[in-house]
């Protein structure tokens, strides 16, 4: 391809730049000519941006518009009040949640909702099993959503409990930092935990 000259640079379309690269040297001062690339270049950028965001909808995690038949099709209720994050691991955990149950199709469908790591510990004899967020401090945002993913998944005679993971006091002593430091410090909460 050839290098766009002085006098074509005023093509603002990516496409008809390069549609004009391809063109004699002799077109090169014609303002018919860039008319007319640029034209044809908006046309051209319109159509491969479509094309990049249809490509995207095949996609959880890049659908935007699209959630709604990715929701559709997996029998997911759609609410668009919900950030597309959320929305996005509903539909990414009823993927993941299919096969025989076990602590790893558990975990596979609580990552999909927390964003990080998480441990199943099962309690044969109480018939019941635990969700540990093992990355994730406090309460995911989507955890109604993550619960009725699991109670779609276990047998209905187990019960579940959810474990949160929080900084505490015993996190900042292994810093070896004291009050009158975390004070000039200056840092919200968010940044502490991850500081922490």
Excluded: C
Aim: charged share 25%; net charge negative.
């Amino acid at each position: 391809m050839n290098a766009p000259s002085a006098v074509h640079v005023g093509l603002t379309s990516e496409k008809g730049r390069e549609l004009f690269s391809y063109l004699p040297s002799y077109y090169e001062t014609s303002r018919v000519m860039q008319a007319d690339m640029q034209s044809k270049g908006n046309e051209m950028d319109l159509l491969y941006q479509a094309l990049g965001e249809t490509l995207d909808q095949f996609f959880v995690r890049t659908a935007t518009w699209g959630l709604d038949f990715w929701e559709q099709e997996l029998g997911i209720e759609t609410d668009r009040l919900k950030p597309m994050e959320q929305r996005r691991a509903v539909v990414e955990s009823k993927l993941r949640g299919a096969g025989k149950f076990s602590g790893r199709l558990v975990a596979n469908v609580a990552e999909a909702y927390a964003g990080g790591k998480v441990d199943i510990t099962f309690q044969p004899e109480a018939w019941s099993f635990t969700v540990s967020f093992v990355d994730t401090m406090g309460i995911p945002p989507n955890i109604d959503d993550l619960k009725r993913a699991i109670d779609e998944l276990k047998p209905a005679h187990m019960a579940v409990e959810y474990e949160y993971r929080y900084l505490i006091w015993d996190d900042l002593d292994n810093k070896q930092i004291t009050w009158d430091e975390l004070d000039t410090a200056s840092l919200t909460w968010n940044e502490l935990e991850v500081w922490a």
